[in-house]
């Protein structure tokens, strides 16, 4: 594993979006490196994942990168393909930062599953988890939906595992669907800004819904015909 950073902000607070349900992360962490006026300040190379990259309209994205937002003191940790297997170590990566940078608190935002398709496609609803009192009471004041039942899986589940003492506090947003998912992250976003005072405004999330989900949905349609390709040619070998 190792992690590469240009720059050490002090005290920031990270925000970590990774892949899941909807690629709600995903898709609430990209609006955040846009809309904050944001640097790419570093990236992470986790040792146990393929080696894989995506060029989308002639950049080239990394699978884990780190971005600062200097007037807002946040550090945003983007990753937007799917890593199976490398969950520990993605969360070690993330707090290694955490405790390299003295974060104040990481927040991790996600999709959780609905069963409800109808209740989602009117509105995603909110739910968050706090291992800190102080900020259970913030969240609490505006009236935020306590996660009080559910299973958490990937690295924020790891995260949570080995976090210690850094504040970790995690927004779920309701989801039915693997595609992504822009209606629900737009509404990760706007809980984000009640909570930080942002100042972010969530609805060009959804005018540019179709943009990040046409991004998103060749990256992940390419990796998967990386991942067949490697597997075919593992076969081979092996045959």
Request: charged letters at 20%.
């Amino acid at each position: 594993m190792e992690i590469v950073l240009s720059q050490k902000p002090k005290s920031p607070i990270v925000i970590s979006g990774f892949p899941g349900v909807g690629m709600v992360g995903a898709i609430a962490a990209e609006f955040l490196i846009q809309h904050l006026s944001t640097e790419k300040i570093g990236k992470i190379i986790l040792d146990k994942s393929p080696a894989l990259v995506a060029i989308h309209e002639g950049k080239l994205i990394e699978p884990f990168g780190v971005y600062y937002s200097s007037k807002h003191n946040i550090v945003v940790l983007h990753s937007i393909v799917a890593m199976p297997g490398t969950e520990w170590q993605a969360a070690a990566a993330l707090l290694s930062i955490c405790s390299k940078l003295r974060a104040k608190e990481l927040i991790s935002i996600e999709g959780v599953g609905s069963a409800s398709e109808e209740t989602v496609q009117k509105n995603s609803r909110i739910f968050y988890y706090t291992s800190s009192e102080a900020r259970e009471k913030a969240l609490a004041k505006q009236g935020m939906e306590k996660l009080k039942e559910g299973i958490i899986m990937g690295p924020t589940s790891a995260v949570l595992m080995k976090a210690g003492k850094l504040p970790v506090t995690c927004f779920f947003a309701e989801t039915n669907t693997n595609l992504p998912d822009s209606n629900a992250a737009a509404q990760i976003i706007k809980s984000l800004d009640t909570y930080l005072g942002l100042k972010v405004d969530y609805k060009p999330l959804l005018q540019l819904a179709a943009k990040f989900e046409e991004k998103l949905r060749n990256i992940m349609a390419q990796s998967r015909k990386t991942e067949d390709l490697m597997d075919k040619k593992q076969m081979s070998y092996v045959g």
